[in-house]
């Protein structure tokens, strides 16, 4: 039995993070197989073993995905069959998978155009048998295809794509935009795989980087980046055609019109929010899609992705102007820490960075809590927010209480915790270079759930 989670689109190695706080935790782990029990102690620290997750979970590039077994626990312990939820940072579509499978409307968003692009194939049912015949007739016209358009530029393209590399993916993406719109959706999230297993990058790597130990990358012609695609393509028909087999309605699922957790426009309400937000100082998305996005058309040059980058909660990308003003966020304690990141009270960066991380972490806070306030307005009085997230983050040598913090600030708008436990994080997919003097890594997600007053 395969008990981790593991993607067919990327391979990753797999490490078991640690903390230097769980050092002084000395209560048992819950072992517990397949599911999260409804009758879990309040408090619990739980190790999870998991079954094999469907195909489905797995497709698309997204890092530190979340696991279906939360989800669905709160799904099934909070919310009835007529529930409406809301997934605000929807990310590679877990949560709406586990929604739909359940009977519940979904309400979802994403800043990454990516992980719109993911969650849109997930939770919308296409002619399968029609694309795969599709994706076949265009490999074929593909490999006798002599003109190639240039239609893509970004900084150090020749660097990371060869030259034949190039010239096949610009076939394939022309060809794609020819087929039938109803199709495009399932070919270009090949495609997006394809990108990432025909660049130059290093097999397994997260962000964009190459490493004098890992084995040199081969030379590619255009007819491998046609023989990935196709292969891509077969994978998603082949996930796809699992999760078909589960009854539930595309028509349950629908996109937040304004993309933005901070800002959720419409006239609807819900029963149920259930998340897990984006980890502080730890993963760039945007970043770290930045060559599918480019592809993809999604972003036309570096300074549409670099805006797109400034818009994520959490980004880095803050001017100088603004990160040497301390930031202060009304909660004692963690104005105490920033104020040590700030100093360099225990780690001192490089110049300017303990004020740029300071900053990366205040403006993390306040804009969740802008998050909590638009949730609140949207949430039906009683109805429940259930998030997800590393229990404590290090930056510049200081613990920051994530899960504690975020759930002070939610507080203070009229949210009430009603439960929570944590969760022994096994096999964490992070496989970027990191300077352990910086930042440790998470041993536990925490998950809390709250309730509108």
Same mark, same amino acid.
């Given at each position: 039995?395969?008990?981790?989670?593991?993607?067919l689109?990327?391979?990753?190695?797999?490490?078991?993070t640690?903390?230097?706080?769980?050092?002084q935790r000395?209560?048992?782990?819950?072992?517990?197989?397949?599911?999260? +029990?409804?009758?879990?102690?309040?408090?619990?620290?739980?190790?999870?073993?998991r079954?094999?997750?469907?195909?489905?979970?797995?497709? =698309?590039?997204? +890092?530190?995905?979340?696991i279906?077994?939360?989800?669905?626990?709160? #799904?099934?312990?909070?919310?009835?069959?007529?529930?409406?939820i809301?997934?605000?940072?929807?990310?590679?579509?877990?949560?709406?998978?586990e929604?739909?499978?359940? =009977?519940?409307?979904?309400?979802?968003?994403?800043?990454?155009?990516?992980?719109?692009?993911?969650?849109?194939v997930?939770?919308?049912?296409?002619? #399968?048998?029609?694309? %795969?015949a599709?994706?076949?007739?265009?490999?074929?016209?593909?490999?006798?295809?002599?003109?190639?358009i /240039?239609s893509?530029?970004?900084?150090?393209?020749?660097?990371w794509?060869? @030259?034949?590399?190039?010239?096949? %993916?610009?076939?394939?993406?022309? @060809?794609?935009? #020819?087929? $039938?719109?109803?199709?495009?959706?399932?070919?270009?999230?090949?495609?997006?795989?394809?990108?990432?297993?025909?660049?130059?990058?290093?097999?397994?790597?997260?962000?964009?980087?190459?490493?004098?130990?890992?084995?040199?990358?081969?030379?590619?012609?255009?007819?491998d980046?046609?023989?990935?695609f196709?292969?891509?393509?077969?994978?998603?028909?082949?996930?796809?055609?699992?999760?078909?087999?589960?009854?539930? *309605?595309d028509? !349950?699922?629908?996109?937040v019109t304004?993309?933005?957790?901070?800002?959720? *426009?419409?006239?609807?309400? !819900?029963?149920g929010?259930?998340?897990s937000?984006?980890?502080i100082n730890?993963?760039?998305?945007?970043?770290?899609? $930045?060559?599918?996005?480019h592809?993809?058309?999604?972003?036309?040059n570096?300074?549409?992705?670099?805006?797109?980058?400034s818009?994520?909660i959490?980004?880095?990308?803050?001017?100088?102007?603004?990160? @040497?003003?301390?930031?202060?966020?009304?909660?004692?304690?963690?104005?105490?820490?920033i104020?040590?990141?700030?100093?360099?009270?225990?780690?001192?960066?490089? $110049?300017?960075?303990?004020?740029?991380?300071?900053?990366?972490?205040y403006?993390?806070?306040? /804009?969740?809590?802008?998050?909590?306030?638009?949730?609140?307005? @949207?949430?039906?009085s =009683?109805?429940?927010?259930?998030?997800?997230?590393? *229990?404590?983050?290090?930056?510049?040598?200081?613990?920051?209480?994530?899960?504690?913090?975020?759930?002070?600030f939610?507080?203070?708008?009229?949210?009430?915790?009603?439960?929570?436990?944590?969760?022994?994080?096994?096999?964490?997919? #992070?496989?970027?270079?990191?300077?352990?003097?910086?930042?440790? &890594?998470?041993?536990?997600? &925490?998950?809390?759930?709250?309730? $509108?007053?």
């Amino acid at each position: 039995m395969n008990v981790n989670q593991l993607s067919l689109f990327t391979h990753t190695r797999q490490i078991e993070t640690s903390s230097d706080l769980d050092h002084q935790r000395v209560e048992p782990y819950i072992q517990i197989k397949h599911s999260i +029990p409804l009758d879990l102690p309040n408090g619990s620290y739980i190790s999870l073993e998991r079954n094999s997750p469907l195909k489905v979970y797995a497709l =698309g590039f997204q +890092p530190a995905k979340t696991i279906p077994e939360i989800p669905a626990w709160f #799904l099934q312990k909070y919310t009835s069959q007529n529930s409406v939820i809301l997934e605000p940072f929807a990310g590679s579509g877990t949560s709406i998978i586990e929604a739909l499978k359940v =009977g519940r409307k979904v309400f979802w968003s994403d800043n990454n155009p990516l992980s719109q692009l993911i969650c849109k194939v997930k939770t919308t049912r296409l002619p #399968l048998i029609d694309i %795969l015949a599709e994706s076949q007739k265009i490999v074929a016209e593909a490999n006798i295809e002599k003109t190639v358009i /240039n239609s893509v530029d970004f900084s150090n393209k020749d660097f990371w794509f060869q @030259k034949e590399v190039q010239a096949g %993916l610009e076939i394939i993406k022309s @060809k794609i935009f #020819l087929s $039938k719109p109803s199709y495009q959706t399932v070919l270009l999230l090949a495609f997006a795989s394809t990108v990432r297993k025909c660049s130059d990058m290093n097999d397994g790597m997260i962000l964009a980087a190459k490493r004098s130990n890992v084995k040199e990358v081969p030379q590619r012609n255009r007819q491998d980046v046609f023989k990935y695609f196709q292969f891509y393509v077969n994978k998603i028909i082949e996930a796809l055609s699992e999760w078909y087999q589960f009854d539930w *309605d595309d028509t !349950c699922s629908k996109e937040v019109t304004s993309q933005d957790a901070r800002n959720l *426009d419409g006239d609807w309400l !819900c029963d149920g929010v259930v998340t897990s937000p984006p980890y502080i100082n730890a993963i760039d998305y945007i970043w770290a899609s $930045k060559f599918e996005l480019h592809w993809l058309d999604f972003v036309r040059n570096n300074q549409e992705r670099l805006d797109l980058s400034s818009q994520e909660i959490g980004t880095e990308r803050i001017p100088s102007s603004e990160y @040497k003003q301390l930031g202060k966020t009304g909660n004692h304690t963690l104005d105490n820490l920033i104020l040590e990141i700030f100093n360099g009270d225990k780690y001192q960066a490089s $110049k300017g960075q303990n004020q740029l991380r300071a900053r990366v972490v205040y403006k993390y806070f306040m /804009n969740m809590q802008q998050h909590f306030y638009s949730c609140y307005h @949207k949430l039906k009085s =009683g109805g429940y927010y259930c998030f997800a997230v590393g *229990d404590v983050s290090k930056i510049c040598g200081v613990d920051i209480p994530v899960a504690d913090s975020l759930n002070d600030f939610a507080t203070k708008l009229g949210f009430q915790e009603v439960f929570r436990f944590h969760l022994l994080l096994k096999n964490r997919k #992070l496989n970027i270079p990191r300077n352990v003097n910086w930042a440790g &890594t998470i041993k536990h997600d &925490t998950i809390v759930v709250m309730q $509108k007053s």
